[in-house]
C-alpha cells in the first residue's frame, strides 16, 4: 500500500465515499456562490457609497430643488440610494401641495410616507444576499463536520476486517474527512468576514439615508404654504 500516494489530496477526494463527496461538492458550490455574492455585495456597496457622497455634495451646495428633481427624474442616469429618496419625497410633495386642500401636515405626512417608502426598497436592494453569507458562514463549518464525524466512521469501520490494525490503515480514511472540516471553514470565513463588513456598511448608509430623511423634511416643511382661511 502506497501511503503517500493514498495521502495526496486529489486521491483523498477521489476516494472518499459517495456521501464525504456530496458534501465536499456541495461546500465547493457554496464557496463558488459566496465568492460570487461578495464580490457582488463589494462593488454594489461602492458604488452606492460613491453615489451618496455625490449626491449629498449636490444637494448641500445649494443648488435649485427643483432643477435637482429635474435632474434626477429624467432619467439620463441610473438613480439610485438618497437620490431615490429624494425623488420620491420631492415628487410626492409636488403631488400633494398641487392638490390644495390638503393642509401642512397631510402634505408632510405624505411626503414622508414616499420617503420611508423608497428608504425600505434602496435598503431592501443593499441587504440583498446578505442572508446567504449569513447562512454560508453558520451552516458550512456543521456540514463539513458531518462529512468528518461520517468519514472517520467509515474510517473505524473498516479496521472490522483487519487483523492488525496500523496506521496505515486509518490514516486515509481519518485523511479524507478531515479534509470536508477544512472545506467547511474555507467557505464559512470568507462569508463571516464579508457579512460583518457589509452589514456594517449598509448600516451607516441607512443612518445616512435616515438623517437625509429628517433634514430635507425640515426644508420642504419650510416650503409648505398655508393655505388660506
Known amino acids: 500500500m502506497n501511503v503517500t500516494q493514498d495521502l495526496s489530496f486529489f486521491n483523498l477526494v ?49 443648488a435649485d430643488l427643483s432643477n435637482l428633481y429635474q435632474r434626477v427624474s429624467s432619467g439620463r442616469q441610473a438613480v439610485m440610494g ?18 390644495g386642500r390638503l393642509d401642512n401636515t397631510a402634505i408632510m405626512e405624505g411626503t414622508r410616507r414616499a420617503m420611508k417608502a423608497a428608504y425600505q426598497r434602496e435598503m431592501d436592494y443593499l441587504e440583498s444576499g446578505l442572508a446567504f453569507l449569513a447562512s454560508v458562514g453558520s451552516v458550512s463549518p456543521y456540514v463539513g463536520l458531518f462529512g468528518t464525524v461520517w468519514g472517520i466512521m467509515n474510517a473505524f469501520r473498516g479496521l472490522s476486517n483487519v487483523v492488525q490494525a496500523t ?23 470568507p462569508a463571516v468576514l464579508a457579512y460583518n463588513r457589509y452589514a456594517h456598511d449598509i448600516d451607516r448608509l441607512g443612518t445616512r439615508f435616515e438623517s437625509f430623511i429628517e433634514e430635507f423634511s ?9 393655505p388660506a382661511v
Open 14 to 62: 477521489l476516494n472518499a465515499s459517495v456521501l464525504v463527496q456530496g458534501v465536499m461538492l456541495m461546500l465547493l458550490l457554496a464557496s463558488l456562490m459566496s465568492w460570487w455574492t461578495i464580490f457582488q455585495k463589494l462593488f454594489s456597496i461602492r458604488h452606492a457609497v460613491k453615489h451618496t457622497d455625490r449626491f449629498e455634495e449636490e444637494f448641500w451646495s445649494g
Open 82 to 99: 438618497m437620490e431615490k429618496i429624494f425623488e420620491a419625497g420631492f415628487r410626492e410633495f409636488l403631488k400633494l401641495k398641487r392638490q
Open 167 to 189: 496506521l496505515a490503515h486509518v490514516a486515509p480514511g481519518i485523511a479524507e474527512a478531515l479534509i470536508a472540516t477544512a472545506m467547511g471553514l474555507f467557505s464559512a470565513i
Open 218 to 226: 425640515n426644508i420642504l416643511q419650510r416650503q409648505v404654504v398655508t
